[in-house]
Structures are given as C-alpha cells and as structure tokens.
C-alpha cells in the first residue's frame, strides 16, 4: 500500500474534486465509506453530488469556521491510499476498516481518549486510470475542541501505518521496505512527458513487429484501448529520461577502473557533465549532475546522480575505485575540463579497442565470480546490492552499444538495478568482486566496434545470465515475491530472447537454467520494525475502544469562540470609581 500525502486550506474545493467526475472523467459513483458517526449517518453509501459534496465539506470545516483556529500549512490534510492493480478491488467493508485504522494510527482520531477528535472522510470513486483500487481521506486538523492535530512527522508515520495496514489486513507487503530499498518515482509533468514518449515508441515497436512478421494485423489505432494501453505502460520504465541517463552512467561507472576514466567514458556516451565542487574549491568534487543533449534552443534537464538512483550518487560510486591522492587529482583535472567543456586531460584506455583474448578472460571470471557467491550469506544485502549493480551496468553497457531504443538489454539493466538502491552506502569492496563484472561490462560496451565477434558475447550473456539467477536466489530467499518473479520471468524471457539471436556456443559450456532448488528463506519478522508495531498497536487499541464504546449520529456542538474584549476604566467602575 503506498499512501500519498498532500496539505491544504480549502475543504470545499478537495471533497468537491473527489465527489466530481475528476481531471479526465475518470471517477465513478463516488461514496463515503467511513468518516465521522454523523455524515455516515446522513449519506451511508449513497452516490454523492456536487451539492452533498458542498454540504460535507461544510460539516468538516465547522470546528475550523466556528472556533477561528488557523494552521500553518493549511488545515486540511489529504492522503490517498492506493493498492496495486494486481491486488484486485477491495469491498467497501475491507475500505471501511483500512481507513478508520490508517486515521487511528495516524491520531487523527481520539487518541486513544486523550484528545478531542478531528472530522474526517474517506471517499471511494472508482479505479485509478492505472487501475489501482484506491481511496480518498481528508481530515480538518483542528480538532472539535479548537485545538490542532500534530502533523509532525507525518510523511513517516503515515508509511508506518501503512505497513501495518499490510500486516494487519493481509496485503501485499512493501518488497522495497522489507529489502531496505526504493527507486524515485517521476512528478507529473516528467510523467506526462514520459507517456508520450512510450506511447510512440511502441507504436514504432508494434508496427515493426507486424512488418517483420507479416500477415493481417490490426493497424495501431484500431486496437482494443487496453491492449494498446498495456503496451504503452510496458514502454513507460524504459523510455524515461532519467532512467536513459541511468542507464548510461551505470554502464560507465561499471566499465571504468577510476573516477577519472568514468567521466571520460561519461563525455564518450554523449552525455553532458556537470561537476558540484565543495564550498569555495575548485579541486574537491562531492557530487555530479548529468543531462542529455539538448536540441538547438532547447536548454538541458540536469539530473543528480542521486536523483537518477541511490547507487548512482558520487560517494557510492567513488566506493568501487581506489581511492589515492594521484587518482583524486586527475578525476578533478577530468571534471573541470568537462566543467568548460575542453578535451579529455589524459584520454585512456576508453578510447582504444580491448584485446580480443580478454573475452575469454573476462568470461572466465565473471564464472569464477558466480562460484565465489555461492558461499555469500543471502542476506548479506550490500555484497548482492553490489553484484546486481554491476550485472545491471554490464547490460546497460551492452544495450547502450547495440540498442537504437531501449529494449531486452535495457529492461534487464533496469530491473536488476532495483536490486542495488539500497538505503545505506556500502562497505569498501573487494578489488576481486569488481574486476570481473567492470571488465564484462568494458567489452560489452565496446561490442558493436568489435572484439571477437558475437559467439564471445554469447559466453559471456551465459555467465551474466548466470549472476542474474544468484540475484534471483537473493530476493527469493528474503520473500521479495514480486521482484523475484520479474527476475524469473520477464528478464529471463527478454534475455533468452537475445541469446536466440546470438551464434549457438559449445554444448559443454553451463548453461543458465533456472535451478529448480528453493533458495533458503530468510526470517522477514525484522522487518516489522518498532515504528510499525507501535501503529499497528495504536490501530489495535482503537479498534477495542470502537468496539467497548457507543457511538451517536447528531454531530458535536461546535461552540463558536467569544471575541475578546479589553475592559476600559470608566468612571462608574475600575479603582477610579
């Protein structure tokens, strides 16, 4: 469950929104179904319009209206509590229950006796235009008896609640909260930018296929809307901005043996650089900033590595290199040439071609790599961040060589790369760990100039394939369902389908099948942390008070407060009578 957070000052405008037809006329039927004893009473489940909207809102504001009591921030909170799509649509009763126990924990309610209630709504309008199940909660902060609901925190505490939603009411649990790990999401206007762009972009794929193949096809915009719609959302993570960019620097972070080399390998790619300094220096980088080419006019969308992916940031990467005094001179030389845009200092090994024999050398130890993993605890979570971020950067590198638009390559480097964005920095490494996934990835990114040829890409997408299923065992083995079956299934399908288009190799060679043993299974019961038992306490503790207690339909007597007044010495009063 993911809650959304928003703040205000206008009640009539939020609830008006919610109870109307919404940006796209995507809302349907909209209802309460749960809020304060009194509007329940009054509107049950009974489809609300414009003026029931107008009346609840009045209903809510009254304490804010009456009593005069301002919040900073504005007094109306919003949060929106939405589920996957394929989690399936949950009855009003099951909404009911979430919501009362979410504003519980939440202390919008009594507080377990100690405070005078806020008046709240939750309002259920249909599937999102993804086809999320979802509901609406808006909540007055002042309380009935004029004083103000905390809103300390409340970001936190409400992803709290919602873990314990998770376990109390069985959904399905937040894979990236168990793992300690998260990927950014996009605003809406990077979002709506990103949309168009996937919607062209398998328009393109769907009428190559049906060129390539022939026959009667269905022209793009005569498809079944959902058909077409389920294409689009396929395209929509590969073909963002951010994460092209992603792709790139990963792909030469995993390539370059030094700081110096990635920002040389960074200006190759295409991608303009843009060093942060430390206050008041020239010479001490703390951060990078990276955008594509602008088009003529057009000025260019910087990105931080940070903003891009947690494993992106300069500290992290800065954690695979070696770290000398000569090394930190000449990344400062590269990053200020980049700064002004002027040649390279000291171009190096990125602009010369790779050995062939070092294929087979590299393909040999990423084998030696997947043996070493074999004997790494599951959840040792920073050695299979560490791993999965470097499989990711060698496809990304492989897709940025031979893919004109992101495809197979690309969605496995992505997928792969969740594994890596980790809350917390990793320990320093092990040159060993390293050298092997960084050396894959320099030939691969070398492969469309040459090399020994496609059958020695073959190999190394076996080994590859190889460290993809040791990710696999990984995620599978701390119960990160979903995640895992996106390794299992859809990578998988992508990358068996461009072996297929790679030379057959010997048949002695190991092959990477899907090994048929069940990963051990970690205890996950850590991952209920304190914060999320205490609110699933305070949910409880709630529920046991509603139980025991009687509840009224008439609303609470909101007393309006008395204008003070400043008594004046006159004649007939005060000690000068």
Not at 564 to 577: H, K, L, Q, S
Request: hydrophobic share 35%.
């Amino acid at each position: 469950m993911m809650p959304n957070i928003t703040r205000g000052d206008r009640m009539s405008g939020l609830v008006t929104y919610l109870v109307g037809g919404g940006r796209h006329n995507e809302h349907t039927e909209p209802h309460l179904i749960a809020g304060d004893d009194a509007l329940m009473a009054w509107y049950d489940d009974a489809e609300l319009s414009r003026d029931s909207g107008m009346a609840i809102a009045r209903h809510l504001d009254r304490p804010h209206k009456q009593l005069g009591v301002d919040v900073t921030g504005g007094h109306v909170w919003h949060a929106s509590l939405s589920l996957r799509a394929e989690e399936g649509i949950k009855t009003d009763v099951e909404w009911n229950a979430i919501a009362t126990d979410f504003v519980a924990a939440m202390g919008f309610d009594d507080n377990d006796g100690t405070k005078a209630p806020c008046r709240w709504v939750a309002v259920r309008h249909g599937l999102s235009k993804s086809g999320n199940d979802h509901v609406h909660i808006a909540v007055n902060l002042v309380r009935e008896d004029g004083t103000k609901a905390s809103t300390h925190l409340d970001y936190v505490r409400a992803q709290n609640a919602a873990r314990a939603l998770e376990v109390k009411h069985g959904l399905e649990l937040l894979e990236s909260s168990k793992g300690e790990r998260a990927t950014r999401g996009f605003s809406p206007a990077e979002q709506a930018k990103v949309e168009e762009r996937s919607a062209l972009f398998a328009q393109r794929k769907y009428e190559a296929h049906a060129e390539t193949f022939g026959g009667d096809f269905t022209p793009w915009h005569k498809l079944d809307p959902r058909e077409r719609q389920s294409r689009i959302t396929a395209e929509i993570r590969l073909n963002a901005p951010r994460n092209d960019l992603a792709r790139k620097v990963r792909a030469c972070a995993s390539a370059s043996e030094s700081e110096a080399e990635f920002v040389r390998r960074l200006r190759r790619s295409g991608v303009v650089v843009r060093p942060r300094y430390a206050d008041g220096q020239t010479d001490v980088i703390t951060g990078y900033s990276v955008a594509a080419k602008p088009a003529p006019g057009e000025r260019p969308i910087w990105y931080g590595g940070g903003h891009m992916g947690r494993d992106l940031t300069l500290p992290r990467l800065r954690a695979e290199w070696p770290d000398s005094a000569t090394g930190a001179m000449d990344a400062a030389a590269e990053w200020n040439a980049a700064k002004r845009n002027q040649r390279p200092v000291a171009p190096g090994r990125e602009t010369t071609e790779p050995d062939p024999e070092l294929w087979d050398r590299y393909t040999a130890e990423l084998g030696e790599l997947r043996e070493t993993l074999r004997s790494v605890p599951l959840d040792d979570r920073d050695t299979w961040a560490r791993v999965a971020r470097q499989t990711s950067g060698a496809f990304a590198a492989w897709s940025n060589a031979v893919e004109d638009v992101p495809g197979d390559l690309a969605a496995a480097s992505d997928e792969l790369a969740k594994s890596a964005q980790t809350y917390r920095g990793h320990t320093k490494p092990q040159k060993a760990g390293r050298v092997s996934a960084g050396g894959a990835a320099m030939l691969l990114a070398s492969a469309v100039r040459g090399g020994q040829g496609t059958a020695a890409q073959a190999a190394m997408l076996r080994q590859l394939m190889n460290l993809t299923q040791a990710v696999y065992d990984a995620a599978k083995a701390a119960q990160q369902a979903r995640h895992a079956e996106a390794i299992a299934t859809d990578i998988r399908a992508r990358l068996v389908r461009v072996r297929a288009a790679l030379p057959a190799t010997s048949t002695t060679a190991t092959t990477a099948t899907v090994t048929k043993t069940e990963p051990r299974r970690i205890d996950m019961s850590a991952a209920i942390d304190e914060a999320t038992r205490e609110a699933l306490d305070k949910m409880n503790r709630a529920e046991e008070s509603r139980r025991v207690g009687t509840t009224t339909p008439l609303p609470s007597t909101i007393k309006p407060t008395r204008p003070r007044t400043t008594a004046i010495p006159r004649p007939d009063r005060g000690p000068e009578r």
